[in-house]
């Protein structure tokens, strides 16, 4: 039986792999000339290429963890110590421990002792649809309290997601919170985040490798603009081009506003729930300088007037001799489609940004950087509004054969590729199971 799999990202090329396992022919169809969607790699300084985007593993990641065993890469992850850093009213904070969150100088004692009872409160929680029926807002409130809203949550919800914050449901901020938690080491209570030997570009090359030696075929460069059911028995694949192509079943990995645009049908309630989907796209600045800026991996922002939604230096999880003592940060914003940064050059945003960390750190001077890039992608959080889970477009589509998968119906947990690992292994079970579905109606 052979399947397209419509994107080629960590989602499709996941779903490739779990289809193979279960003796599925594929095809990858991706519209970039490379694989790997958000995950894909770019080189940094010559000869050395690193994510994008920033990208960490958890030692609670255990889908990832389990699928980068079976890519025979498990020896090549690392974990390392790391350490949280807060930014408010113009000075750098440690929040790394108990001690350094007791000397928080911007809380009061029962503002600190609030906050810290909210989140161990927050990571026992398991009922996440009640959550979502909660305004973000009210509910952090009432856990931490307003002052502990006003002078934390607020400044950092509205970096993350702009205007978005005041429609976001409680489920959001619960699964941004869990997640952090779970970076701390169970025994020594230390915060743990790793990364694979030479990142996600030797993940890639892995995928790419097992993929092609069990027949996947992978076709970049190919943007699919339109599917259609023929007879009943085939789906024919129609690319701008011009060129056709026949599959017994499709896989959907892209965003919901494309796959409404390639998807027949679209005055149905499934266009409607695919349509209803909002996201958040991202504009981030790398920047590899000279010499470090903080010991942190990652420093919330809760100062309002920064362009950024937050200061990750990724060299403290990589290995330090991927870069020989130079740092390589990220400077992530998030944007709504609306967003006048959108419109910015790549030359002006990189100015902006620059002259805000010369704010931040005055030590730091355009002469420290070696190198930066600007890179951009229009679809990556849903914004995961009041009710969000009961208007999710579902895996199996009005159009019979045709699966949707992706990142809409990461339900209970931020964006991230653990969550895209389990999405694709349920998605090829869910395959398999309706393959057999048919086959046994077909011979009642």
């Known amino acids: 039986m052979n399947i397209g799999v419509i994107g080629g990202g960590m989602m499709g090329l996941a779903t490739a792999f779990y289809l193979n396992k279960k003796g599925y022919l ?7 000339n490379e694989i790997g969607g958000l995950s894909r790699s770019t080189e940094i300084l010559p000869g050395i290429r690193w994510d994008r985007f920033y990208h960490v593993i958890l030692s609670t990641d255990r889908e990832l963890l389990r699928f980068i065993d079976e890519l025979g890469l ?5 974990f390392r110590e790391t350490k949280t850093g807060f930014y408010t009213d113009g000075e750098l904070h440690s929040m790394s421990n108990v001690l350094e969150f007791l000397k928080f100088k911007p809380l009061g004692l029962f503002d600190k002792l609030r906050l810290g009872a909210g989140i161990f409160y927050t990571s026992k929680l398991n009922n996440w649809k009640r959550l979502e029926k909660i305004y973000v807002k009210s509910w952090l409130t009432r856990v931490f309290g307003r002052r502990n809203y006003e002078k934390m949550w607020e400044p950092l919800l509205r970096s993350k997601l702009g205007v978005a ?3 976001t449901s409680a489920a959001f901020i619960w699964a941004a919170i869990r997640r952090y938690y779970g970076t701390r080491d169970s025994g020594s209570k230390k915060e743990m985040m790793g990364c694979v030997r030479v990142g996600y570009f030797s993940i890639l090359s892995r995928i790419q490798k097992e993929l092609q030696s069990n027949g996947t075929r992978i076709k970049t460069g190919y943007t699919v603009k339109n599917i259609e059911p023929n007879d009943g028995k085939k789906i024919v694949v129609h690319s701008l081009n011009g060129s056709r192509m026949e599959f017994d079943k499709i896989v959907a990995t892209v965003p919901a506003p494309v796959i409404a645009k390639i998807l027949p049908g679209r005055s149905s309630q499934f266009h409607s729930q695919l349509a209803a989907v909002r996201y958040l796209g991202v504009i981030c600045a790398t920047l590899v300088l000279k010499k470090s800026l903080t010991p942190f ?30 740092t390589l940060i990220y400077l992530p914003k998030y944007v709504t489609v609306n967003d006048p940064f959108n419109d910015m050059s790549d030359e002006e945003l990189i100015d902006v940004f620059i002259n805000a960390l010369n704010r931040m750190f005055p030590n730091f001077s355009s002469k420290d950087i070696i ?29 019979k054969n045709v699966y949707l998968s992706n990142t809409t119906m990461i339900l209970n947990s931020t964006i991230n590729n ?27």
């Not at 498990?74 to 690392?78: E, I, K, R």
């Not at 809760?302 to 200061?311: A, R, Y």
């Open 418 to 444: 653990n969550e895209v690992i389990k999405l694709a292994r349920k998605t090829a079970q869910l395959v398999k199971q309706e393959e057999r579905r048919q086959v046994s109606g077909s011979y009642r």
């Open 371 to 399: 190198s930066s890039a600007v890179h951009r992608e229009p679809y990556v959080q849903p914004l995961q509004e009041i009710g969000y889970s009961e208007n999710v477009a579902p895996m199996i589509t009005p159009i």
């Open 74 to 78: 498990s020896l090549d992850v690392q």
């Open 297 to 326: 991996y990652v420093t919330n922002l809760t100062d309002p007037d920064l362009p950024f939604t937050g200061l990750i230096e990724a060299t403290n999880v990589i290995p330090p001799e991927i870069l020989s003592g130079r």
């Open 26 to 32: 594929v095809t990858i169809l991706e519209k970039e």
């Open 165 to 167: 914050c005041e429609k």
